[in-house]
């Protein structure tokens, strides 16, 4: 007969070993912990849309954040250095705890949301945002998310235009070049080096 398990058994094991040799606590997570290879790495690796997209490679996580700029930047062509920061690291939890589907996550309610919670804001303060960032910033993320995803869902997901309108808003209008190279999924090891790239031009 097997022992039932403590909260003390679970929260000894609510870790994860990361190739740089850090171990990140999801119960409370340290941004001391936190380390940009670690995720740039792991979103490199984690697919979006759970695979379901067209093309040789998945289209990763990684990928995605740098879409996210770039509609960010397009939309808002002035923003500062600290909001493109917060836009290409609004996924960044994921590098530990996945790519869940929305559909899913609304299975899952609000315990999701709380670990996703702890781990951004471990994550900003290690690279110098605020832990919650001001409304107006969290809004205009998410809005460059939303166009971000409706042009994957398009071009890659097999949603047609008018399904993707419904749930994601408009098509933001990116040039046929950034959407051809944007949306054409890389190889894990570009998503990783373009990805650190970015970063570095951001994060001063």
Do not use: C
Request: proline share 5%.
């Amino acid at each position: 007969m097997t022992a039932r398990k403590t909260s003390r058994d679970v929260a000894s094991r609510a870790w994860q070993r990361m190739l740089s040799g850090r171990r990140l606590d999801l119960l409370d997570p340290s941004p001391l912990d936190v380390e940009i290879g670690d995720i740039a790495h792991g979103l490199a690796r984690v697919a979006r849309w759970n695979g379901q997209t067209t093309g040789a490679h998945i289209f990763s996580v990684a990928q995605h954040t740098l879409l996210v700029e770039t509609v960010l930047r397009h939309e808002m062509p002035r923003v500062d250095a600290r909001m493109r920061l917060a836009a290409l690291l609004h996924d960044a939890p994921e590098y530990v705890i996945g790519d869940m589907i929305s559909p899913f996550k609304a299975v899952l309610d609000g315990h999701y949301k709380a670990v996703e919670k702890r781990l951004l804001g471990a994550i900003h303060i290690r690279f110098g945002l605020p832990p919650v960032l001001p409304e107006e910033i969290t809004q205009a993320i998410k809005a460059a998310d939303r166009g971000a995803a409706y042009l994957e869902a398009t071009e890659l997901a097999g949603f047609s235009e008018s399904e993707a309108k419904r749930l994601f808003g408009r098509d933001p209008g990116l040039s046929d070049s950034i959407r051809r190279d944007y949306l054409t999924p890389w190889t894990a090891a570009r998503a990783e080096k373009q990805f650190l790239e970015r970063f570095g031009a951001v994060f001063a």
